[in-house]
């Protein structure tokens, strides 16, 4: 089955402790992405990966980083959360071909107290 | 600041009805252009993509575009109860980089 996994689903932690959230794709999509989305402001792309070793900014990549060490892997890092990034966290990854076959992950939920 | 316009309702329309869908979007280079439909509670899926200008149909979804005018809508025909969902207008300028709109909340009455 076509799927975009993300780990975890839920989190709460506090200001200033590292975390990382991770996402994985079993369709072998070159195009991977996080994104963030806001009530009432729609979803908003933090950063973009072409393929591996290949990353660069979305809208809003302050306070982000990522890696694309392997091509299903594009894990999204919070080195230092605050309160403003809590949020509901989206991985999506997409095929480079015609089709446009494209997938979202669940979703991570994540709140910095 | 590259921008996406829509409405954000809540659309209301009766079953069986056509609802339609606009958007707006400020980046003359915008080359690709999507529409997803997101329940309440999940993640979004896409349903129609476009490219060029016209019309592309793809069951009872039609997805149209302009980019002279800088606008691209979605036309429900033959509208469900199933249907009733945040739709979300999205335009990529080349590559992957994506702008998403804030999306329209669509009702569809029985």
């Known amino acids: 089955e076509a799927q975009v996994t993300q780990n975890p689903r839920y989190l709460i932690t506090v200001t200033g402790k590292k975390l990382t959230v991770t996402c994985s794709q079993n369709?072998?999509?070159?195009?991977m992405s996080w994104y963030r989305q806001d009530p009432g402001l729609g979803l908003r792309q933090i950063y973009y990966?072409?393929?591996?070793?290949?990353?660069d900014k979305g809208d809003v990549p302050e306070g982000y980083k990522v890696s694309r060490k392997e091509k299903r892997n594009f894990p999204l890092i919070l080195e230092s959360p605050s309160p403003n990034q809590t949020s509901l966290y989206f991985c999506?990854?997409?095929?480079?071909?015609?089709?446009?076959?494209?997938?979202f992950g669940p979703g991570t939920r994540l709140t910095v107290l | 600041q590259k921008e996406v316009e829509q409405n954000s309702g809540p659309l209301s329309v009766p079953e069986g009805a056509i609802a339609s869908l606009n958007c707006t979007y400020s980046?003359?280079?915008?080359?690709?252009f999507f529409w997803y439909r997101q329940y309440s509670g999940k993640s979004p899926e896409l349903i129609m993509f476009?490219?060029?200008?016209g019309d592309k149909e793809d069951g009872r979804f039609t997805a149209q575009l302009n980019k002279a005018s800088q606008y691209v809508s979605l036309l429900i025909r033959d509208s469900q109860p199933s249907d009733s969902a945040t739709y979300l207008c999205?335009?990529?300028?080349?590559?992957?980089?994506?702008?998403f709109g804030a999306g329209t909340r669509l009702f569809v009455k029985a």
């Open positions: 999506a990854s997409r095929s480079s071909g015609g089709n446009n076959e494209q997938f």
């Open positions: 369709m072998n999509h070159e195009y």
């Open positions: 990966s072409m393929n591996v070793e290949v990353t």
């Open positions: 980046d003359r280079g915008s080359q690709s």
């Open positions: 476009i490219y060029s200008n």
């Open positions: 999205a335009v990529s300028t080349g590559g992957f980089k994506t702008i």
